[in-house]
């Protein structure tokens, strides 16, 4: 018996002895994954919130360098178009505006006829109120922040191939305009007879909430199940309520209303501004400066195994309140 104890403890001796250098290169290439990520997010946001897009404004030069570049980014990372091109063209009067719509199949044989839609708007107001001789209203948090996570979570999936659904990765112009971009390819989609399970819209989350509040907030709290979804896929609670959400109506002010309008299925904003940690709405100084990238890396990595519990779900978890 003591033999064999002895035995015992040189084995878990050599056994902790070998697996040092390992767990040492492991934690570093995490380290260096996390670097390389924030990175990622910080210089797609830079640009898409810089100077020469001139605020992104639907139908100018400045917002079609920024549709290109999302567009470089997804065939870049293998993100296939939906349509044809990435682009789904609409029209505001005599303003033309253009969705940028990325598709990744699911990779169950039943479930990839469902679809889940992640998206946010990547336009602007363009000018803003002079200060310090600045008039470019260049959106960083407003929401260059929202189409960059999903940016970062197309090429997740991309790489992962872990989505059973498939997912539409959709960038909407004209936003600030009403909402004509969501507008008009939630009702090409419905058109089209998609199946569509949940529509998640990403709005503001470039800087963290003040406190002990949870990490971020789901618009039309109460009219679905999906908070509490969402965090029991991600194990901890990173969705809550924030009342200021339903006296201002943000439900119905973001690019998830018209694809609730078209479908009646779930489809709700999620966003980290609530309204006492970000003074730059529609000002000049919603600038890339004043964004939080740890805290951006940080939430687009807590939504990762909330968006796949939801995306792989063998049925549809999710759903309205009054059914």
């Not at 403890?9 to 040492?24: D, E, H, M, Y």
């Not at 210089?43 to 919130?49: D, F, I, M, N, P």
């Not at 679809?115 to 600045?134: C, E, Q, R, S, T």
């Not at 890339?288 to 939801?310: C, R, V, W, Y």
Request: charged share 25%.
């Amino acid at each position: 018996m003591r033999l064999l104890i002895y035995l015992l403890v040189l084995t878990a001796i050599f056994s902790c002895g070998t697996r040092k250098t390992p767990i040492k290169a492991e934690q570093e290439n995490v380290a260096e994954g996390e670097r390389a990520e924030l990175q990622s997010i910080q210089t797609s946001l830079e640009y898409l919130a810089s100077d020469e897009l001139e605020g992104r404004e639907t139908g100018t030069i400045g917002i079609e360098k920024a549709a290109v570049f999302i567009e470089n980014f997804f065939s870049k990372n293998k993100i296939k178009p939906y349509f044809k091109t990435y682009r789904d063209t609409f029209r505001v009067k005599d303003v033309v505006g253009y969705n940028i719509v990325g598709y990744i199949e699911g990779n169950d044989v039943n479930l990839k006829n469902e679809f889940v839609v992640l998206g946010a708007h990547y336009d602007h107001i363009g000018a803003a109120k002079k200060v310090d001789g600045d008039s470019i209203a260049n959106g960083a948090n407003d929401d260059a922040s929202g189409t960059v996570a999903v940016m970062e979570w197309a090429k997740y999936f991309s790489e992962s191939k872990s989505n059973k659904r498939s997912i539409l990765f959709t960038l909407y112009a004209a936003e600030e305009m009403g909402l004509k971009g969501s507008e008009h390819l939630a009702r090409r989609l419905k058109e089209s007879d998609l199946d569509l399970y949940t529509m998640i819209n990403f709005e503001m989350i470039g800087v963290p909430r003040i406190g002990d509040k949870t990490m971020a907030y789901l618009t039309g709290y109460n009219l679905t199940n999906m908070a509490e979804k969402l965090n029991s896929y991600a194990h901890e609670d990173i969705l809550g309520f924030l009342a200021q959400a339903k006296s201002y109506n943000l439900f119905q002010r973001s690019d998830n209303y018209p694809f609730y309008q078209e479908f009646k299925i779930p489809a709700q904003a999620i966003s980290t501004f609530d309204f006492t940690n970000f003074d730059y709405y529609h000002h000049v100084k919603d600038e890339a400066e004043q964004m939080d990238f740890e805290h951006m890396t940080s939430f687009i990595n807590k939504m990762i195994p909330a968006l796949e519990g939801m995306i792989n779900a063998s049925s549809k978890e999710i759903k309205m309140t009054n059914e």
